[in-house]
């Protein structure tokens, strides 16, 4: 079954700073994965997907995460984090005997952005 | 506002009383997915729907879960007899088929406090 494990629960960066947020996954298959946001008492929205094209994906927001399939990692970055970027963000993997249907999330990193 | 709306928002009843939740999702998307949320986790697939057909069902959805999506469009989430352990968040996504890849675009959520 594809999983994904998420390096840290909290992780607290400066404005203006790096933001990297880690996600190593499992999957039997070539796997499709995916970084979602969640603001408080919202839903998810999709910050950007791997769909087994270009390695180095860009999103919304300036975000963008490389797949290193050697690592088995989709870390997320932004060169420079600004207050709005405060929120949980879940990294999430689809394939595998769960299908391309089926999205198995992590357990989240709250990131915290201090001024 | 086009995207995936769901009703109520928070609902708080008694252990033993049954809730039930509405999801609309976008209109021209075939895919309708339930996921919960439980505090300090990731959201975790329950089922989904192709058109009205319920094709995939998790084994967290016990025998007090229901979901029905009787003319694919809207779909109802029924939980049976509560317990408190039902408390979470309840996420509703939908998606359009595209073959392998289907992006999944999530509503508000509705928050379930079992008392």
């Known amino acids: 079954a594809q999983s994904v494990t998420q390096l840290g629960s909290h992780v607290s960066v400066s404005e203006g700073a790096l933001v990297l947020l880690r996600c190593n996954y499992s999957?039997?298959?070539?796997?499709?994965l995916f970084w979602y946001v969640q603001y408080p008492n919202q839903g998810l929205q999709l910050l950007l997907k791997?769909?087994?094209?270009?390695?180095l994906v860009k999103g919304i927001n300036g975000f963008e995460a490389e797949f290193k399939k050697s690592e088995t990692s989709f870390h997320l970055t932004k060169p420079s984090a600004h207050m709005s970027d405060a929120a949980e963000y879940f990294c999430?993997?689809?394939?595998?005997?769960?299908?391309?249907?089926?999205?198995?999330f992590g357990i989240g990193t709250k990131l915290q952005v201090i001024p | 506002d086009t995207g995936v709306s769901q009703d109520p928002r928070h609902k708080i009843t008694k252990r033993g009383q049954n809730v039930t939740f509405r999801c609309d999702p976008i209109?021209?998307?075939?895919?309708l997915y339930w996921y919960r949320q439980t505090l300090g986790q990731g959201p975790e697939f329950l089922t989904y729907?192709?058109?009205?057909?319920?094709?995939?069902k998790s084994r967290l959805l016990s025998d007090r879960f229901s979901a029905e999506r009787p003319k694919g469009s809207f779909s109802t989430l029924e939980i049976q007899r509560t317990e408190q352990g039902d408390s979470a968040m309840y996420l509703c996504?939908?998606?359009?088929?595209?073959?392998?890849?289907?992006?999944?675009?999530f509503g508000p959520g509705t928050r379930l406090t079992v008392l």
């Open positions: 996504a939908s998606s359009f088929d595209r073959g392998s890849y289907n992006e999944q675009f």
């Open positions: 999957s039997s298959v070539p796997p499709y």
């Open positions: 791997y769909t087994s094209a270009a390695t």
């Open positions: 999430a993997v689809s394939g595998g005997s769960g299908g391309y249907q089926k999205v198995t």
């Open positions: 209109s021209e998307h075939n895919r």
């Open positions: 729907f192709q058109n009205e057909a319920q094709l995939e």
